[in-house]
């Protein structure tokens, strides 16, 4: 199983950046997808997720509206469309695939860092 983050930089406030992750060795429109952040210092947090048909996502308080979460089923990639970008967003971004334990899987993260 791999999944392999992308699309992470620095970039300044007010900003954007798209960032992918590409899922093989799974089943991939089987598994509800997520994506996580961990900032320096600190423990690593929900960010959005989507179910596996990607009718249904739901989001951190902190980056709704501005971060859009979404999939492609037949390209087996996960997406974060993140806009308006704060230095508070600063973190490795990580992406999960999930259907229930001990099937969870993932990435080995992406640096995002947004510069005041």
């Known amino acids: 199983v791999q999944l392999v983050e992308s699309g992470g930089g620095l970039v300044q406030a007010g900003g954007s950046l798209r960032l992918s992750c590409a899922a093989s060795g799974i089943g991939f429109s089987m598994y509800r997808m997520g994506w996580y952040r961990q900032p320096p210092g600190n423990q690593r947090e929900l960010v959005a997720e989507?179910?596996?048909?990607?009718?249904?996502?739901r989001y951190a308080d902190s980056v709704k509206g501005r971060f859009t979460i979404s999939r492609d089923n037949v390209q087996r990639t996960l997406f974060l469309q993140m806009n308006s970008l704060q230095p508070e967003d600063t973190a490795v971004y990580f992406c999960k695939a999930d259907i229930a334990p001990p099937y969870v899987y993932w990435g080995q993260g992406t640096q995002v860092t947004v510069s005041s």
């Open positions: 989507i179910t596996p048909g990607g009718g249904n996502t």
